[in-house]
């Protein structure tokens, strides 16, 4: 997936000058948030393929996806060097934004390998 | 109760792995159908005006602490004040602006062609769907659900005895019309089926990222989709545009009530304090 390899190289500043009033790059800042969408999307579906392989069913699935998305998060937050006032202006945004938008995809993509693997 | 079936390969050869993939080509194919068929509109120059007056006002309001409190005073009464300013709209010209967008032709039918691209895709392969693959188990979902679900998942099967895990090929297809949202948002670069919010966004001339929009616009829209594949849909869809619409000029008040609002504080005081903390650190 290009998209992605190229998108995690690019996380751009959004707040250089650090001043008591914080100022924000919105383009900067949009680019970060795309970036998280997209780390997030991937995630959840090499999640979803995971889980189907292994032979997850019903709450444990569930609780997997959770640990994905956790590990997402953390994988951003190292990717962001621990400062994260740099990249976002909140701490919501990196660690819950989006958490529920790969629910589908994982859900998808975990129906799928599980079917093809185990089922079939 | 739950016994375990076993499932012909054949179901995962000409069911599943062919129904997924024409769902993904059929929407690259859209998208590149919308691309291709996309009209180049003329923006009118009033509607771009107002949008780059909001676009103004609002980078006013944010950088309000960074220019000395008379500038941003003068700067201020030059939007806001009762004779010229720009952002004062009498009440009478609001109801009217908003009135003719929403009887303007040639946005009424572009808005047409985009819910026609999205509808008309979805409800062949429904039908498609329905008509060769009904009748029998597609596929085992990982985690069980209620039996309230039973209807809804297993159209096509008359036994009530099965596992409600195992679903017939309709709900595969609407599990692949979510999940493949996913993909396609990595796969084609942007949210292609929101092209019409931004649009709207670039002809109010908003220099605004759509992406919050975009979700909540995107989700009330496949919702829709599939929930009611009818006309009914279709008057929804008009009315949640010309509500963004005359969110779009009602907006202009609502600037200037912001702008009204805003408390000066002048930030470069504090900045001389700073550098000279930076300095003493430097110099030690």
């Given amino acids: 997936m290009t998209g992605h390899s190229d998108s995690s190289s690019s996380e751009k500043k959004s707040n250089e000058e650090m001043n008591d009033v914080p100022v924000f790059s919105a383009e900067n800042m949009q680019n970060n948030m795309k970036v998280i969408y997209y780390s997030r999307t991937f995630m ?9 392989i292994l032979g997850f069913t019903g709450f444990m699935g569930f609780v997997f996806y959770f640990l994905v998305m ?27 934004d989006g958490f529920m938008g790969g629910l589908m995809s994982f859900v998808l993509f975990w129906t799928f390998a599980y079917d093809i693997v185990h089922i079939f | 109760m739950a016994e375990d079936l076993v499932l012909d390969t054949a179901i995962r050869d000409w069911v599943l ?18 691309k291709l068929m996309r009209s180049s509109q003329v923006p009118d120059p009033k509607i771009v005006k107002e949008g780059q007056v909001i676009v103004r006002a609002r980078n006013l309001r944010a950088a309000a602490n960074f220019i000395p409190p008379k500038s941003f005073r003068s700067r201020r009464v030059y939007f806001s ?3 010229n300013g720009l952002l004062f709209v009498p009440k009478g010209q609001a109801q009217n602006a908003q009135a003719q967008m929403f009887s303007d032709p ?22 498609w769907v329905n008509f060769f693959f009904s009748g029998f188990v597609a596929a085992k979902i990982p985690f069980p659900l209620t039996q309230r679900f039973r209807s809804m998942l297993q159209n096509g099967i008359d036994l009530s005895t099965v596992d409600v895990s195992y679903v017939s090929s309709r709900s595969w297809y609407f599990l692949n019309l979510f999940g493949l949202r996913g993909l396609f948002s990595l796969i084609l670069g942007e949210e292609n089926a929101t092209d019409d919010t931004q649009r709207m966004m670039q002809m109010s001339g908003f220099g ?38 005359s969110q779009d000029h009602q907006s202009l008040g609502a ?13 470069l005081p504090k900045f001389e304090h700073r550098a000279e903390a930076v300095l003493r650190k430097l110099t030690m």
Wanted: proline share 3%; aromatic share 12%; glycine share 4%.
């Fill in chain 2, 106 to 127: 040639n946005m009424a039918m572009d808005m047409m062609k985009k819910n026609l691209s999205m509808i008309i895709p979805q409800t062949l392969t429904f039908a």
């Fill in chain 2, 255 to 267: 600037e200037k009530d912001g702008l009204d609002i805003v408390q000066h504080e002048w930030a």
């Fill in chain 2, 17 to 34: 792995i062919p129904l997924s993939v024409v769902m993904v080509l059929i929407g690259i194919l859209r998208y590149f159908v919308s």
């Fill in chain 2, 81 to 83: 004040n009762e004779e």
């Fill in chain 2, 208 to 245: 605004f990222d759509p992406s919050k929009q975009c979700a909540t616009c995107y989700c009330a829209a496949t919702i829709f989709c599939a929930s009611d594949f009818c006309a009914a849909w279709v008057p929804d869809s008009y009315r949640n545009f010309s509500q963004c619409f």
């Fill in chain 1, 44 to 52: 959840s579906i090499i999640g979803g393929v995971i889980a189907g």
């Fill in chain 1, 70 to 96: 956790t590990i997402t998060s953390i994988g951003l937050i190292a990717k962001a060097k621990f400062s994260v006032h740099l990249y976002v202006d909140s701490w919501n945004r990196i660690i819950l």
